[in-house]
């Protein structure tokens, strides 16, 4: 089996994530990292590859994408970039023809989307886009269930995602949504994306509200919280968060700013071809772990199958018979075992023996939701979905 050669741009904390695992895989393949794009140091760069135990002797490192893709052979690129820019580099590794591996989301304007589904269209190479939950074993199991046990067709949705690290997203660069695009382009997009996959019918109109009622306040915009005299009794601040709380810290900048960008909650109801609808709603300040929720209540005419990733449950209840059905589903790593199946999926894209399982369309689709979503929620209306890939 020949070995395969990788260049990243923009070796950031998720994409390191997950070429480390791919660096690692089970498959038996050997992967090189033949180069990167980036524009931190050399040096910085070959510390966190040194942590993570990757080979660095023989990778060249560019400040340049182009230059990179045009100075080296590769089998496959790693786009993890700031969100505002993975539209641009991904057309150029299109236009090359290789295989790529794009983190979400994929564009974070209509604009982006437009030039990014017209770079699609006529694309040669796979992509596979980073959303694992739809290819975890946790939504496998639930759609074998609710085909096995007969509980659709499926009705309704109420899905949820309350995480512990919303923080993330006012404390660091993410707080800046005009890199993001939004807390509905940050998260919802995974959520919308293994909904479609359950369901599998094509969503026609969105709706959906905002709030800004707790990361908000009049903090000095910039204000660094080693700078804050409240630094010590903050629960969002350094000392609550890693000495009391056992956390992590979640970035230098304080949330409690002028310039703290990002809603905190937001909802989104969506409605399908079928007439079923969807409710999904999200919030960021959530900290207790045993609050945490990531999943959905998925109501058919036979009968409701709830799961959450946090408990790692599902429970399935048939409207006319007594008792429930509970499983457990091993959610090994990062997002229920879901990246492990896009590192190897992403394998096997290179090697040309499959194809991806989290297509560019999927993610253009998810992208086009979110920022209907976002378009609703500012001008306090229903909105029309036309998504048309070809």
């Known amino acids: 089996m020949r070995e395969l050669n990788i260049g990243v741009i923009g070796y950031g904390l998720r994409v390191g994530m997950i070429f480390s695992g791919l660096y690692k895989n089970d498959l038996g393949v050997k992967i090189n990292l033949t180069a990167i794009c980036d524009p931190k140091g050399k040096e910085d760069l070959e510390k966190t590859l040194t942590e993570q135990?990757?080979?660095?002797?023989?990778?060249?490192?560019?400040?340049?994408?182009?230059?990179?893709?045009?100075?080296?052979?590769?089998?496959?690129?790693?786009?993890?970039?700031?969100?505002?820019?993975?539209t641009d580099l991904a057309i150029k590794v299109l236009e090359r023809k290789i295989p790529l591996f794009l983190e979400k989301p994929v564009s974070i304007n209509y604009e982006q989307l437009e030039k990014l589904k017209a770079a699609g269209q006529k694309a040669?190479?796979?992509?596979v886009v980073s959303f694992p939950l739809r290819i975890t074993?946790?939504?496998?199991?639930?759609?074998?269930?609710?085909?096995?046990?007969?509980i659709g067709p499926i009705q309704h949705v109420a899905a949820f995602n309350y995480p512990t690290y919303g923080g993330d997203y006012?404390?660091?660069w993410y707080r800046d949504d005009s890199l993001t695009g939004g807390l509905f382009l940050q998260k919802a997009t995974h959520d919308l994306d293994y909904i479609n996959h359950i369901v599998e019918q094509k969503p026609v109109e969105i709706c959906a509200m905002t709030s800004k009622q707790i990361m908000k306040g009049d903090k000095p915009a910039g204000?660094?919280?080693?700078?804050?005299?409240?630094?010590?009794?903050?629960?969002?601040?350094?000392?609550q968060t890693i000495k009391v709380r056992g956390d992590y810290s979640h970035g230098e900048y304080c949330c409690y700013a002028e310039d703290t960008g990002n809603e905190d909650s937001g909802t989104v109801i969506v409605r399908y071809e079928s007439g079923m609808h969807v409710v999904y709603t999200q919030n960021f300040f959530t900290r207790n772990k045993h609050a945490a929720k990531r999943g959905a209540i998925i109501a058919g005419e036979g009968g409701v199958v709830e799961f959450d990733w946090e408990t790692s449950e599902i429970i399935v209840r048939k409207h006319y018979e007594t008792g429930e059905l509970r499983c457990k589903v091993e959610t090994i790593a990062f997002h229920g075992g879901g990246d492990i199946k896009l590192i190897n999926n992403f394998i096997g894209v290179m090697q040309g023996t499959e194809t991806s399982k989290t297509p560019l369309e999927q993610g253009l689709l998810s992208a086009y939701m979110c920022l209907k979503a976002k378009e609703s929620a500012e001008n306090h209306r229903f909105v029309e979905l036309d998504f048309q890939m070809k």
């Open 124 to 127: 040669e190479s796979e992509v």
């Open 53 to 86: 135990q990757i080979d660095f002797s023989n990778t060249h490192f560019y400040t340049d994408a182009e230059e990179m893709m045009d100075n080296e052979k590769l089998d496959g690129v790693m786009i993890g970039t700031r969100c505002n820019l993975h």
């Open 223 to 239: 204000l660094k919280c080693e700078d804050c005299p409240e630094k010590m009794t903050c629960g969002e601040g350094p000392y």
């Open 137 to 150: 074993a946790m939504v496998d199991k639930v759609k074998d269930l609710i085909q096995r046990m007969d």
């Open 170 to 172: 006012y404390h660091n």
